[in-house]
């Protein structure tokens, strides 16, 4: 079953806001990190490295919560619960460009957000979260 979000706070995903993401680490306590991210219509689609913290709390428990502020309106946000469900390698710097696009406007990460010679140093895994659960405010 797929979550619609409510178009009142569409506008939060449709736009390029930094938003937050909540993982489990592995002693229960909550992990939060800025990410950009992009939204499908369906699938919230972001970019991590193999090794991070961010990964390994994503293989243990891939339970997640996403929130978008209103940058003009703070008191107004979207909450996304879902889980984790695919974490791959395959089409991890194709995302990773696409999402550089919808954030900065520069064609690629490589080259233009970090030096190309950077390319191969990490590897880049692309997430996909299902919402479950949508939370709303303001």
Not at 11 to 29: K, N, R, S, Y
Not at 45 to 50: G, L
């Amino acid at each position: 079953m797929s979550i619609t979000i409510p178009a009142t706070h569409l506008d939060l995903l449709e736009q390029p806001l930094v938003v937050t993401l909540a993982t489990v680490m592995p002693d229960g306590q909550p992990h939060t990190t800025a990410i950009w991210r992009r939204y499908d219509g369906e699938l919230i689609r972001f970019t991590t490295s193999r090794g991070t913290q961010k990964e390994k709390n994503l293989r243990a428990n891939p339970q997640v919560s996403l929130l978008a502020l209103d940058p003009y309106n703070p008191y107004r946000y979207l909450e996304i619960r879902g889980s984790v469900e695919a974490m791959s390698e395959d089409g991890a710097i194709e995302e990773l460009d696409r999402i550089t696009r919808f954030y900065t406007g520069q064609p690629s990460y490589y080259g233009h957000i970090v030096p190309a010679e950077d390319f191969g140093t990490r590897t880049h895994l692309i997430c996909r979260i299902r919402p479950a659960k949508i939370v709303t405010r303001g």
